[in-house]
């Protein structure tokens, strides 16, 4: 039977001359795929192919499949509508970074509430919010909670932190490791919520070097995980 759900897009990607095959989040089936017949020439129909940009927050009418082959979507309409995720170049480079890491860490077609609130509700705070330099580096470690892979942070005095076993550590191990400044605002950043990131100050540098561990860490954790093509773009634009 069809489903009526909330539903974040995550990648859409062109099928033949005229159709798209997308990848979409949903609250109450998980992570579902849909062939949009025809998308690209219709006019007149009820699904939009600008419904359908990285990131978007629907409503949407569906038929799932549990069986790995492709759903159909009836119809959609946007349950939020943006004012700057799409329009502002910077916001727009997160957009499509963040999109990405998604596409790759969300496989499982299951409902899961908490990780679906997470993602739609910190998108629609980015979307309001005028200084977001740090938000894809919290958003990122707030992710690692849904994941399963959340740092440990029972010895937060250490002067390292292991990649491999999450943890914080007094001197570096035989595992990928990173210290130094970027460690300090990495636990900055642990322990506060979105509306004081912008008191956590980092260079380009520190910010490039912080992500690029943060890509480390997800890469160690999820199997088959690739870094973003998108963080050369997202490198560019924050420089």
């Known amino acids: 039977m069809p489903i009526t759900t909330k539903a974040i897009v995550l990648t859409s990607l062109k099928y033949g001359d005229n159709s798209l095959i997308t990848k979409i989040l949903t609250e109450k089936s998980g992570v579902q795929s849909f062939m949009l017949k025809g ?7 009820r699904l939009k192919m600008a419904f359908f940009q990285p990131l978007t927050q629907l409503e949407i009418v569906a038929k799932t ?30 957009a499509l ?18 990780l679906f609130q997470y993602i739609e509700t910190t998108l629609q705070w980015l979307d309001q ?6 938000f894809h580096i919290r958003f990122l470690i707030g992710l690692t ?10 010895s937060m005095e250490g002067s390292h932190f292991d990649l491999v076993e999450g943890a914080f550590c007094l001197t570096p191990s035989w595992n990928p490791c990173f210290g130094g400044p970027e460690l300090e605002y990495f636990k900055a950043l642990l322990g506060m919520n979105f509306d004081a990131i912008h008191s956590v100050k980092l260079n ?13 860490y997800f890469e160690i954790h999820l199997h088959g995980f690739k870094k973003p093509k998108s963080l050369e773009v997202l490198d560019e634009v924050f420089s």
Do not use: C, W
């Open 39 to 45: 998308i690209l020439k219709s006019r007149k129909g």
């Open 65 to 94: 499949s549990a069986s790995g082959s492709l759903g159909y979507i009836r119809e959609a309409s946007i349950s939020y509508g943006y004012q700057s995720l799409h329009t502002e170049v910077r916001k727009g480079a997160v």
């Open 97 to 114: 970074f963040l999109a990405e890491v998604l596409s790759q860490s969300l496989r499982e077609a299951e409902a899961e509430p908490r």
């Open 204 to 216: 380009h540098h520190q910010r490039k070097i912080l992500l690029e561990n943060m890509m480390r």
């Open 129 to 134: 919010q005028e200084e977001m330099a740090n």
């Open 145 to 154: 909670r849904h994941l399963g892979f959340f740092p440990d942070l029972s």
